[in-house]
């Protein structure tokens, strides 16, 4: 009974040395080579500049079509007040050339008046005229 007592022990420290060394050397982490380091930094450059340019695109994308947006209503904007302007324009022209016309016709009626008026003077004192017949009459 004294010798199985010695072997249990002895073989349960064989079996677990036999367990534990093992897996006591898989959790060991190892050291990345030269190689895997420069793989690894290299991904993570290729996955920076990638993010990077996506980032740039949609940028731009992004700034192109708020700025076709800004150029199309700053557009309209600009055709509309000049439409307004036009029209403004047009009925101020339309306007002042109605005063005018209405103007020139009043002056010219004036003046036909006074040369009427004048001829009418004239002919009043020359004989046989309708003006003299009618200057002879009370």
Request: hydrophobic share 35%; glycine share 8%; proline share 5%.
């Amino acid at each position: 009974m004294n010798k199985s007592i010695r072997i249990v022990p002895a073989a349960l420290a064989l079996a677990f040395a036999a367990v534990a060394l093992p897996a006591a050397a898989q959790t060991q982490p190892a050291q990345p080579t030269t190689v895997e380091k420069v793989e690894n930094t290299g991904e993570k450059a290729w996955d920076a500049t990638k993010s990077g340019t996506k980032k740039a695109v949609n940028a731009t994308e992004s700034g192109a079509k708020k700025a076709w947006k800004s150029t199309k209503t700053t557009s309209k904007k600009a055709w509309n007040a000049t439409k307004r302007g036009t029209g403004k324009a047009v009925d101020a022209t339309e306007n002042t050339a109605g005063k005018a016309g209405t103007a020139v016709s009043n002056t010219a009626t004036a003046a036909a008046d006074k040369t009427r008026q004048v001829g009418d003077k004239i002919g009043e004192k020359i004989p046989g005229t309708p003006q003299n017949e009618a200057a002879k009459k009370p």
